[in-house]
């Protein structure tokens, strides 16, 4: 018996070895990314040349090797797949190294693991041929079989961060994990994805939504993982990922609604609470809470200033999309000395409360005084100095973000 016949999912190349200088470029790549998937990437592999051959479509199949030791790379190359080698390891940086050796117009992306139907691919290369920039598998609408995926991932883990990302962003897509989707290749290679980890298909469905490409999603169906594999997706490591992605991708809901909320409602609750002391259902409100108030409007202005500079940062690296009310408002001529003027000013108004407070203690010969009164005066002007301070530093981190390298 041959050595090759020994080896599971394996049978006779459909597409005869070659160089790739010497192929024509193909419509279509089919980008599988392997980690020491021997027991169901030749399945995968011939499902996809099956929907080649009955799209009438020239494609490719490239598996994205991340270090497999089980002759996964051996499988994909008897089957005619082009086999690509990625070192550093991840679900992400496979995918990136995979699509960045495809050769197609269109790359569909889908895991190796026979989960998804390669052998139906027809209604993502419609909607690419439509026009379409980024085509998002949903697995919800296609159907999802019995095992194929944990109770705790289909009824909140996902669901959850979809509708989190359609809440953030506006996306289309209502399954934001499906890992089976199909794109225009050098579109989405220009919004430079770049997390390594299971975190790649969410940064690429929000990227895509953020530069306003074309975006949609058809049914596709979910099975089950082949029996004994190992899965690669850890619940709650990946989930975390998932989350902070998100946030980190919209500063306005991670520091700016945020920091608003606590600042008006610290301003609201010190002006309530200035002139004396407040009894809401019995329970008194007095100097100690005025004081938690104002530290709200510390932390609040602390947060509006750390959206301005995330914001500032991601549209400079070119990671957010351009906004024109952040540059008139940062790139003006003249903002730097305009917030430190502010920050000055905030300063001067706190150092002016604590004189009038060290002037009543004076006025007591230095001796015991009226807490309640004298801090009163010295809460609101300690938290103008913090204010103000936060001022003018964070005008000086801006404008360091703004420095250019020849």
């Keep these: 018996m041959s050595a090759q016949s020994t080896r599971p999912d394996v049978a006779a190349p459909r597409v005869p070895p070659a160089h790739d200088e ?9 980008v599988i990314p392997c980690l020491n998937e021997a027991r169901t990437l030749g399945t995968c592999i011939r499902k996809a040349q099956d929907s080649f051959e009955r799209l009438g479509i020239a494609g490719e199949v490239v598996v994205a090797d991340n270090g497999s030791v089980d002759g996964s790379q051996e499988i994909a190359q008897d089957l005619g797949a082009r086999v690509v080698p990625v070192a550093e390891r991840g679900y992400g940086s496979a995918l990136i190294g995979g699509i960045a050796a495809a050769r197609g117009r269109w790359v569909i992306m889908g895991d190796a693991d026979d989960s998804y139907n ?6 993502f290369v419609e909607r690419l041929r439509e026009g379409y920039d980024l085509v998002a598998g949903n697995r919800f609408k296609g159907g999802i079989q019995p095992g194929a995926m944990p109770w705790l991932h289909q009824k909140l883990g996902n669901p959850v961060l979809s509708f989190v990302s359609r809440r953030l962003y506006g996306t289309a897509c209502g399954d934001i994990y499906c890992g089976l989707r199909g794109f225009d290749r050098e579109k989405i290679r220009a919004l430079e994805v770049q997390s390594p ?22 049914p596709t169906t979910l099975s089950p993982d082949a029996e004994g594999r190992e899965p690669h997706l850890n619940t709650w490591k990946d989930g975390w990922k998932s989350i902070r992605l998100l946030l980190l991708y919209s500063p306005k809901w991670l520091f700016l609604y945020p920091g608003l909320a606590f600042f008006f409602l610290g301003i609201a609750g010190m002006a309530w609470l200035l002139p004396g002391n407040r009894t809401v259902g019995g ?6 809470t005025l004081l938690y108030f104002g530290l709200a409007v510390v932390v609040g202005l602390q947060a509006v200033y750390f959206f301005l500079t995330a914001r500032w940062f991601g549209i400079k690296e070119g990671l957010l999309p351009d906004d024109l ?7 003006r001529p003249g903002a730097l000395e305009r917030f430190l003027l502010a920050g000055v000013l905030l300063v001067a108004c706190g150092l002016g409360l604590s004189v009038y407070a060290l002037s009543t203690w004076n006025a007591a010969n230095f001796g015991r005084l009226n807490y309640p009164h004298t ?14 301070v936060q001022t003018s530093l964070s005008a000086l981190f801006l404008s360091v973000l703004r420095l250019r390298r020849r």
Aim: proline share 5%; glycine share 8%; hydrophobic share 55%.
């Design 375 to 388: 801090l009163r005066i010295v809460i609101p002007g300690a938290t103008l100095i913090a204010c103000g």
């Design 22 to 30: 010497d192929l024509a470029a193909p419509e279509l790549t089919v």
């Design 118 to 123: 390669f052998a139906d691919l027809e209604p």
């Design 283 to 288: 329970v008194g409100f007095d100097v100690s």
């Design 197 to 218: 980890g299971m975190e790649f298909a969410i940064e690429m469905i929000v990227k895509a939504t953020m530069a306003g490409l074309r975006v949609t999603e058809v």
């Design 325 to 331: 009310r952040i540059r008139r408002l940062l790139d």
